[in-house]
């Protein structure tokens, strides 16, 4: 039998077709070196731009990058202005507790009351270093997925209209981060 | 030796130097050199690390006067 004969064997085609499939397979569970996922838990101001500086830096070094955020860091991402209407007696409360807006995020550390924030403010514009609304307009730019833990806002009583305008934003449960984060080679917890 | 097209990306932090860079990669065709000056100190090292993981070339880096002067060759493939 020559060469041309063995490949179109049918045996040897139906074993190689298994073997192609199997490879599929596997490729498809391998974690993507290129893609990098987020799960960023923490309201505060200082965290929250460990979380943007990481991200946007990924994204411009040519990841796939996806924020899935959860708890006071939803809440963290409302836009100041009124509450939404409807809300319960504790939902509201709860909105009272987390203002919306950037200028009012504390730091975990040194925030003394909103005299450290200031501080910082004033320190970051004079140096120069980006500032919150300025790396979610970058995120923006370079096509950061943000994904919003929907448990995290009925549990708060956040509503979708009350969060800042993001084009790739998306409500979702665990299941979505956890694939994601399968799928990507780091994940990261701020 | 500088090249024809330069951009300016002093006074910038971390991470709006490489963010700035990665914008202007979608105007450059493939293999078109540009020259960026960065005054953050972290460049030096970042923009090594920068070119390693998207594919783009280092062809010269400079720290030997005030900012950092690095030219840089879009790599070939459209990828942006």
């Not at chain 1, 965290?47 to 830096?57: D, E, H, N, P, S």
């Not at chain 1, 990924?58 to 939404?84: D, E, I, N, R, Y």
Request: with cysteine; proline share 3%; charged share 25%.
């Amino acid at each position: 039998m020559n060469t041309a004969d063995r490949m179109t064997s049918p045996d040897v085609v139906a074993s190689l077709e298994r073997r192609i499939e199997e490879l599929e397979k596997k490729s498809k569970n391998t974690p993507d070196a290129n893609a990098i996922s987020m799960i960023v838990f923490s309201g505060e101001l200082d965290k929250l731009l460990a979380a943007f500086v990481i991200a946007t830096g990924a994204a411009a070094c040519g990841m796939k990058v996806s924020m899935f955020f959860t708890f006071w860091a939803t809440a963290a991402l409302k836009k100041s202005g009124p509450q939404a209407k409807g809300k319960s007696i504790v939902e509201r409360m709860f909105g009272w507790m987390l203002p919306g807006g950037f200028d009012k995020r504390k730091l975990s550390k040194m925030d003394m009351c909103g005299i450290g924030r200031r501080m910082m403010a004033r320190e970051m514009s004079k140096k120069n270093v980006a500032s919150l609304p300025e790396l979610i307009e970058a995120a923006k730019e370079l096509g950061i997925e943000i994904n919003i833990c929907e448990m995290s806002m009925s549990l708060m009583g956040i509503r979708a209209e009350e969060l800042i305008d993001y084009p790739d934003m998306e409500y979702c449960g665990v299941a979505r981060f956890v694939e994601q984060s399968s799928s990507s080679n780091t994940t990261l917890f701020i | 030796m500088t090249t024809e097209r330069q951009v300016d990306l002093t006074g910038l932090k971390c991470p709006m130097p490489i963010v700035q860079l990665t914008k202007l990669m979608k105007e450059l065709r493939g293999g078109e050199e540009f020259t960026a000056i960065a005054s953050d100190p972290a460049f030096c090292l970042d923009v090594k690390s920068w070119c390693n993981k998207t594919g783009h070339e280092l062809v010269r880096l400079d720290s030997s006067s005030e900012h950092l002067v690095a030219v840089i060759r879009k790599r070939k493939e459209e990828s942006n």
